[in-house]
């Protein structure tokens, strides 16, 4: 359990806001909700214990990705996105598994155990940054039978990352949904949104049979004000984006994300 001291942060709000307002700058920069930059904050400066801080990340994150999949509806129509509903679906057949399992195993977990699993997935985030989004749209790595069951095999992993953290996913969706499908960058990261959505939904249901999801009631207007930060944080990023060159960008990002690994690894010692 957190320290109280720590834990009596999570009531200061102008904090609350600030924090996810800068996690979702970042996360809009790269087309995500930051949700991969925010579960360090939570176990770091706010004192939430391991699995306190996925769920309450989890719970953000549905927010979140709820505002930015209509948020995106200018520049993908919805109508674009549900054309490509075999895609989705293929994802999904794993993905939901994957997030069920996923919260399963996290609630099982000692916590100190838990601390090195989220840092060691913290830095697999930081190496798909820097060289999954060097890909640009193309031709579909397989097709048929053989991309219907690797699309299935990928939304298995990518759902039990995505519950393990507490994440949306996109981070691994995006890429994947580049290479294994030949999406381009923008309908990649709507597609990815709507395979996150009814992913997450079922990790968060998973988490509910666990006493931890009491932290949920006991914070919520800390969720809200960090949630309604990261919202707004994310359309700030969105509108940064291309001012500051991918290339400098993303290596940068993922440097945040190995320095947060190592103090989470750090924290479980």
Not at 6 to 34: E, V, Y
Request: net charge positive; charged share 10%.
């Amino acid at each position: 359990m957190a320290d109280r001291t720590l834990k009596d942060l999570s009531s200061n709000r102008p904090a609350a806001l600030c924090g996810g307002g800068a996690i979702g700058t970042l996360g809009g920069l790269i087309g995500l909700g930051g949700a991969e930059f925010r579960l360090p904050l939570l176990i770091g400066p706010f004192g939430f214990a391991a699995l306190e801080a996925v769920i309450l990340n989890k719970a953000m994150s549905l927010v979140v990705v709820a505002f930015a999949l209509p948020f995106r509806a200018a520049t993908v129509p919805f109508d674009q996105i549900a054309a490509h509903w075999p895609i989705i679906a293929n994802l999904l057949a794993g993905s939901l598994a994957g997030a069920w399992l996923g919260a399963g195993w996290a609630t099982r977990l000692k916590s100190e155990t838990f601390y090195k699993v989220i840092a060691v997935l913290l830095l697999m985030i930081a190496v798909v940054l820097v060289f999954g989004y060097d890909s640009a749209a193309g031709s579909a790595l397989v097709t048929g039978t053989a991309q219907i069951i690797a699309g299935v095999i990928a939304g298995l992993l990518i759902g039990v990352v995505a519950s393990l953290l507490g994440v949306a996913g996109g981070e691994i969706l995006i890429p994947t949904l580049i290479l294994l499908f030949g999406a381009d960058v923008k309908l990649a990261g709507s597609l990815s949104l709507a395979v996150s959505l009814p992913t997450m939904i079922v990790g968060f249901i998973r988490y509910r049979r666990d006493q931890s999801f009491a932290v949920i009631r006991r914070n919520r207007m800390f969720l809200l004000v960090m949630a309604a930060g990261s919202i707004v944080g994310a359309f700030i990023g969105g509108q940064l984006l291309g001012i500051i060159p991918v290339a400098v960008l993303l290596p940068g990002l993922a440097l945040i994300l190995v320095i947060s690994a190592i103090k989470v690894w750090r924290h479980s010692g």
